[in-house]
Antibody
């Protein structure tokens, strides 16, 4: 069964860059139609899609975050990463990595990691 | 960008009830809609994709319908484990926006 695990600092200072990596095991993210996503959830709030990277390297971002976000990865090595620049307290959230199979919803999720932006 | 609006924001129900949650898109998304269930402190779980296709392993008391701009998630014979927050998500085209959620409570 596919497992995803987020890793990275739990505390980031304002104006700095948030960096997270997702390690995937037990399955593929490099097959045709597969994509991997970063999604976040601020405390007590709903889900916000950040962006996705496809098996072929295509990347898509939420327009509201596009200017600050980078997603990159080596899908054949089953890991991908998120960078969010110039963070503020509003970026404090649980960050999830996840996988989506073509034509379906997001069927596999990491457990999520809380990132707090504070000095 | 297309906006996704869920209603109601909160729904009170009892074990054994049948409930219907609604998700509306500001423009047509054909049938490219997924529903997720999320419990406190847990990652979301995919329930339904393509508006009406049940994800393997999801109980048959969950069902989805709709196309275009209006979609529903129906839960029949509510069980204690069903009390959670439910989100819809469009995936016809990027960005893959989520609705704001419906909290189903006792």
């Amino acid at each position: 069964q596919l497992q995803l695990q987020e890793s990275g600092p739990g505390l980031v200072k304002p104006s700095e860059t948030l960096s997270l990596t997702c390690i995937v095991s037990g399955g593929s993210i490099s097959s045709s139609g597969h994509s991997c996503a970063w999604i976040r959830q601020s405390p007590g709030k709903g889900l916000e899609w950040i962006g996705s990277i496809y098996y072929n390297g295509d990347i898509y971002f939420n327009p509201s975050l596009k200017s600050r976000v980078a997603i990159f990865g080596d899908m054949s090595k089953t890991q991908f990463s998120l960078e969010l620049k110039s963070v503020t307290a509003a970026d404090t959230a649980v960050y999830y990595c996840a996988r989506r199979v073509s034509l379906s919803g997001i069927d596999s999720w990491g457990q999520g990691t809380l990132v707090t932006v504070s000095s | 960008d297309i906006q996704m609006t869920q209603s109601p924001s909160t729904l009170s129900a009892s074990v054994g009830d049948r409930v219907t949650l609604t998700c509306r898109a500001s423009q047509s998304i054909s049938g490219w809609l997924a529903w997720y269930q999320q419990k406190p402190g847990r990652a979301p779980k995919l329930l339904i994709y393509a508006a009406s296709t049940l994800q393997p392993g999801v109980p048959s008391r969950f069902s989805g319908s709709g196309s275009g701009t209006e979609f529903t998630l129906t839960i029949s014979n509510l069980q204690p484990d069903d009390f959670a927050t439910y989100y819809c998500q469009k995936y016809n085209a990027y960005p893959f926006i989520f609705g704001q959620g419906t909290k189903l409570e006792i």
